[in-house]
């Protein structure tokens, strides 16, 4: 066997080992996070003013499962970004492993930033907006079950999407990205973006401007960032070694 299929069988070897890594702790989290999942759907409806009905037994397991899979997401996430971080290391130069590995704190906080700006701006927005729409002309009447997805549409997207910036400032810093490359392509990102938030919210106007200006605004923050990345690198490649 050659040289470059022993280490073509190397890097799977290694991948796998992380995948194993990754799963182990989502695994454990997800069931930390079920033993005490009545007090986080406790915490979630404790301001609720509209009372929430079941259709059948296993709505409520569905909720609760659910709930316990934001939560081992959320823990997963420093993990899994280690794990990646541990996987490309060997590629990176000291310079590049010191910067890329500072953005693991980063890519946890923005998830947890991004759900609770949809959880506490976006969502009381949007679900009283709806609300008032049926007002003296309906019966309010929700299923848990109804009620958690739409809550999971209006919050989860957000913590993957605030990630952004982090993501590209990673893939700057590993060269596959650069700020010039992403000003070319800024209304192809615009339009996937809108897309994105048409597809996230419930179909109204007000949910989709209100979701498309803090993904805009993301991008742009991104692609600051990324000249900020580059330039810093180009310094480093250009400086005496």
């Known amino acids: 066997m050659s040289n470059h299929d022993m280490a073509l069988i190397g890097h799977f070897e290694e991948l796998r080992k992380r995948l194993i890594i990754i799963l182990g702790a989502f695994l454990v989290l997800f069931i930390a996070a079920f033993v005490y999942v009545q007090d986080i759907y406790q915490w979630l409806v404790q301001d609720l003013e509209v009372q929430l009905a079941i259709l059948g037994p ?9 709930l316990a899979c934001v939560v081992s997401i959320s823990g997963t996430i420093p993990i899994a970004a280690y794990q990646i971080w541990l996987f490309v290391r060997p590629a990176l130069k000291d310079s590049e492993r010191k910067v890329t590995l500072a953005y693991i704190p980063s890519l946890f906080l923005l998830f947890i ?27 309010t009447f929700f299923t848990t079950e109804k009620y958690f997805k739409f809550l999971l549409h209006m919050t989860l997207p957000f913590g993957f999407l605030f990630e952004l910036p982090v993501v590209i ?12 490359r992403l000003q070319k392509i800024r209304k192809y990102s615009y339009f996937v973006l809108i897309v994105t938030a048409v597809l996230i919210t419930p179909p109204d106007f007000l949910s989709d401007i209100l979701v498309v200006i803090p993904l805009i605004f993301l991008y742009e923050c991104s692609v600051l960032l990324s000249k900020v990345v580059y330039k810093r690198k180009q310094k480093l490649n250009l400086a005496p070694q």
């Open 169 to 180: 400032m990673f893939l700057t810093s590993l060269g596959v990205l650069n700020p010039y």
């Open 58 to 66: 296993s709505d409520i397991l569905w909720v609760y499962l659910m």
């Open 113 to 139: 930033l991004g759900i609770s700006f949809g959880y506490f701006i976006i969502f009381p927005i949007v679900f009283q907006f709806l609300l008032s729409m049926s007002e003296g002309m309906f019966m």
